[in-house]
């Protein structure tokens, strides 16, 4: 499951509000470390006595297993006037272990018509309030006797409460799109989305991730429409009413919540990969991107084969993107489903590619679908491994640069969102609802953890224990102790202690970091420190990691070290004092780390530490300095191999101290090979009003063709020729690419003309990201030049976006913000009843809103 994934999405937003590698010589040395222990474990003051609670705390246990659901068949057709499911289900069973004479089923929400126990009709109690079907065998079954269950049903999934979470909106199952084509240009389609336990709200089963069966899967559809499940198409068969009946089939056993279908008038592309179909449905005008939109799927199955030591296990490999998906995306076996937002053109994907869902969905067909986590408790053992999927596919195909920049991100993500909202073990048993485990500590804590783990067996040892760890649990249920002793059995090593440390206990460390030099001793000193909160984390955390001392540019020794104490101070022999020293060399440990380094050392760093997050870091020092040696530091970073790099020091460098830079700029907007470098000096150019510069601006609206050059093309004409900006924004109007239509918007906006509201209206549905935030803004600025009435018109077709959980969390949160500036704007202006009209909308808002983060930030804006 990736849900693009909304616990990125508010550290993020939050921020946004608020505001090749050199060489390196590794002198590894048998020399002995000098360690110190500075003081043992601080202990605080005894607190006050606090009363001692007498219940056990909760606990969430995997499912207990009675029966064996060994194969499942389904006949469905469709209503799509009452969104009804019209099934019949055959269920292959038998029992565990021990003797049974019933079966219990999860069935949300259905109509019974018929249910049979080996061909005879069978006693059962259906509670509806549980959603729970306990059917009476009639006799006592061995765990050597198989009983066929029969249920004829009508499931009505759309009348279901759609409960969900803010990773999944809705808790439906099975979703009916425009099911009376009276939406507009919305394609007619049916999709589901079963995790975490929904798709018994299409067919009844033991909806638990414990459970594996084989299925078989008959679909009956108008003949115009494509249809997508598990496994293999066997037959298609037109009918003499004008539908035609899909046969599909799953031979291999995978969990009740990886079923999947897929209905509608989609294109179909399809290659091939060592003799098993690829298959990318999409919308048909996008069918000639269907490729880029799924890019390098083919060498990515090879790669993760490759690595994992296991070839890719399935019959086939689909991909689909469907409208209004409640989620992100979801690793459904063989048939992986989309939200529209990865539906671009070749264009659109330019530097904006989808390789990075796309790979965790396929990585989750090794972790998650052929080994599955047991209890959802245990959820890191399908997410973690999905989210480490993106670093080694970035590693592979762009390089470690690419990869290490992505895992910055994460590990910022997660370091944001614990603060925010709070930590628990990555194994958690304790969650008040299994919705809540999909958050950054399963996916963003638990792929830092793997690569943590990586670095601490070794490369090899990783891969080959990945790979013992598949082959002994394919087809089955896992736990995190799984994955320890195949690490275990393979390394020799005892990791009890990291996965107590990372797995079954909560938090990280914060390093506070001193470097030194003694004189006398001819030492290098580096003293460290935990300073994380004993509250909410262990006190201790148990940290290997490199040292590097340089002692000269290119001269480095490394020193491998071991904390374990709450403050500790290592010491090396060193004849002079060193240029640079960096603890946790490799960058490797999940940790918030405050170390002061001189400018001196910051310029060194960037010019000589090999790594991506040493330039970054150096950079990051170096940022509030105007002296001449830190800027020149900045400018050379323009030449940087890694385009994150070049755009970072476009936003610090000194253009009036260093006008020689316009000139680079200008140079990396028409030259550069990465379009968000483009983008970047650009802008920088807009900022000096300079219109020596219109050409330039000129040259990536005519000439470029990624979007987000043009458009900031289009911004930087703006500051710099308005007469030539709105020519060209009337050029452009008709674009259909967000990025080009959010700086349409914001050049009407500045015009102050009212008449170009219409325009906004038009386009609200075709931006997302930071740029529906700022065309929503755009929109609410204009309409406040029109008027009160100008004003509330505008304010209902922001709150329709605002209530609407199928629309992006950006797009919501933009839609409530701009809502909440034509509030203030109407009550400043003393109109009571449109103000307080609009008031009552945003409380409402917040009141249907679904994501808790988006809730939290409403209220601490004040809205």
Known sequence: MNITKIFWFIPLLSALLLVGCKGTQDLTTSEP??????????????????????????????????????????????????QHVLGKAWLDVKPLFYDTDEMVLDAKGF???KVQVDGKDAKYDYNEKDEILRISLGRSYSSKEK??????????????????????????GLFFINPKGEEGDK?????????????SAWFPTVDKPNERTTQELTLTVDDKFKTLSNGILESSKKNADGTRTDYWNMDLPHAPYLFMLAIGEFAVVSE??????????????????????????????????DFTGVKYPWQKYSQVVVRDYVSGAMENTTGVIFGDFVQKTERELIDNHNERIVAHELMHHWFGDYVTCESWANLTMNEGFANYSEYLWFEHKYGRDAADYHLMSEQSGYVMSSAQMGKHPLIYFGYDDKEDMFDAHSYNKGGAILHMLRK??????????????????????????????????????DLNWFFNQWYFNQGHPSLKINYDYDEVKKEAVVSMEQTQDPSDNPPVFVLPMAIDIYTGAGKSVRKMVQMDKREQEFRFKVASKPQLIVADADHYLLAEKDEKRTEEEYIFQFNNAPLLHDRYEALQGLKMSSSAAAQQTMIKALDDPFWAIRNEALAMVNTADHPSVLAKAATLAKKDPRSQVKASALLMLAKTGDTKYVDVAKHAIDNERAYNVISAGLEALT?????????????LENESNGSIIAAVGGIYKDSGDVSKLPFFEKNIDKTNGYGAINFLASYAELAAKGGPETMLKSGNTLGAISMNMSQSPWRRFG?????????????????????????????????VETNSQLKGLYNNLGM
């Open 33 to 82: 470390v000098e360690e110190r222990t500075l003081t043992e474990i601080v202990v605080t003051p005894e607190p006050e006595k606090e009363a001692v609670s007498m219940e056990l705390p909760p606990y969430n246990p995997s499912y207990t297993r009675k029966n064996d659901l060994i194969h499942t068949k389904l006949d469905l057709k469709f209503d799509w006037e009452k």
């Open 111 to 113: 109509d019974l018509h």
């Open 147 to 172: 009983f066929q269950i029969f249920i004829d049903y009508t499931a009505k999934p759309n009348e279901r409460k759609a409960g969900g979470s803010a990773a999944i909106t809705s808790e439906k």
């Open 187 to 199: 394609p007619q389609q049916i999709w589901t989305q079963g995790e975490t336990e929904n798709n």
């Open 272 to 305: 091939r990969w060592e003799g098993k179909l690829l298959e990318y449905y999409v919308e048909p005008e996008y069918e000639k991107d269907a490729k880029a939109i799924f890019s390098n799927t083919p060498e990515m199955l090879t790669f993760f084969s």
């Open 456 to 493: 601490t067996v070794g490369d090899e040892a990783f891969k080959a224990a990945l790979k013992l760890y598949l082959t002994r649990n394919k087809y089955s249920s896992v736990e995190a102790h799984d994955l320890r002793l195949a690490m275990e059995d393979v390394s020799g090593m």
């Open 719 to 731: 500051k710099l020729d308005k007469a030539e900006a709105t020519k060209y924004a009337a050029k």
């Open 815 to 847: 839609a409530t913000k701009a809502l909440d500036t034509l509030y203030k704007t109407l009550k400043t202006a003393g109109e009571t009843d449109k103000s307080s009209a609009l008031q009552k909308m945003i409380e409402k808002i917040k009141s």
